[in-house]
Antibody, heavy 118, light 111 residues
């Protein structure tokens, strides 16, 4: 069974940093591109970032470019996102998601809440 | 303001057919990128409903169908059921943004 489990969310002050993790199981993690998607409270889904199978290629939404860094450790079956210079508007539930060959996100984690507030 | 435009809400009685539109542009749907649809039940993570414009993952009822034409796509739900009350999102890739984009979401209400 495919499972994605996010962790690392919490309360952080504006300007602070946080690293989220996504532990994958039930599939060959190193064969799949992975994404981070976020959802602010009561709002819609917003794509954040994606990484290819070996981490050599990454892309970011303009809203997080230069502040967030996506990475992966295929030996540990884990996806990460390092979030620096956090802003109030980064407050959201952050989901990791697997991307299939059709470029759709076919499996999602349960999400982890990041709250940026003073 | 989302790159892909969806109606905020649609509603229908049990058993009826409802459709949700997803309007893009020449840099995403019109550039021949596929459209995918997700269902998000209250308090849960999104679930893939339709991929590659019209394909259903295993386990998704055939009451759900997708189509694409030009710069738009549509999701149809036939035989609407109470359990279909959820938020629905379309997604594609945008070449101008070099990234993936979602619609703003549509809340489906079963009357």
């Amino acid at each position: 069974e495919v499972q994605l489990v996010e962790s690392g969310g919490g309360l952080v002050q504006p300007g602070g940093s946080l690293r989220l993790s996504c532990a994958a199981s039930g599939f060959t993690f190193s064969n799949y591109w992975m994404h981070w998607v976020r959802q602010a409270p009561g709002k819609g889904l917003v794509w954040v970032s994606r990484i290819n199978i070996d981490g050599s290629s990454t892309t970011y939404a303009d809203s997080v470019k230069g502040r967030f860094t996506i990475s992966r450790d295929n030996a540990k079956n884990t996806l990460y996102v390092q979030m620096n210079s956090l802003r109030v508007e980064d407050t959201a539930v952050y989901y990791c998601a697997r991307m299939n060959t059709a470029m759709a996100n076919d499996y999602w984690g349960q999400g982890t809440l990041v709250t940026v507030s003073s | 303001q989302s790159v892909l435009t969806q109606p905020p809400s649609v509603s229908g009685a049990p058993g009826q057919r409802v459709t949700i539109s997803c309007t893009g542009s020449s840099s995403n749907i019109g550039a021949d990128y596929d459209v995918h649809w997700y269902q998000q039940l209250p308090g849960t993570a999104p679930k893939l409903l339709i991929y590659g414009n019209s394909n259903r993952p295993s386990g998704v009822p055939d009451r759900f169908s997708g189509s694409k034409s030009g710069t738009s796509a549509s999701l149809a739900i036939t035989g609407l059921q109470a359990e279909d009350e959820a938020d629905y999102y379309c997604q594609s890739y945008d070449t101008s943004l070099s990234g993936y984009v979602f619609g703003g979401g549509t809340k489906v209400t079963v009357l």
